[in-house]
């Protein structure tokens, strides 16, 4: 399971999601910007107030890394 956790306005989850399309990759969007209780869970899992945070399958990517997104799905 992919989570994202993202804003409307950010050009670096707007990159990672279309990433996600491109590879099929179904992900779940949670949008952080207006939803405390989606911040205070992206802290909890990630420490970081930045996004995007991606979580897939528990492992925590901070930012838009495409390597390390690759080599976590095993692309």
Known sequence: MVKIYST???PWCVK???YFDSKNIEFTE???ADD???R???F???GQRSVPVIDINGE???GFDREK???VLKL
């Open 69 to 71: 997104i690759d080599k």
């Open 40 to 42: 205070e869970e992206v």
């Open 44 to 46: 909890k899992v990630s």
């Open 60 to 62: 925590i990517v901070v």
């Open 8 to 10: 409307d306005w950010c």
């Open 36 to 38: 405390k209780e989606n």
């Open 30 to 32: 949670l949008i952080v």
């Open 16 to 18: 990672a999601k279309k």
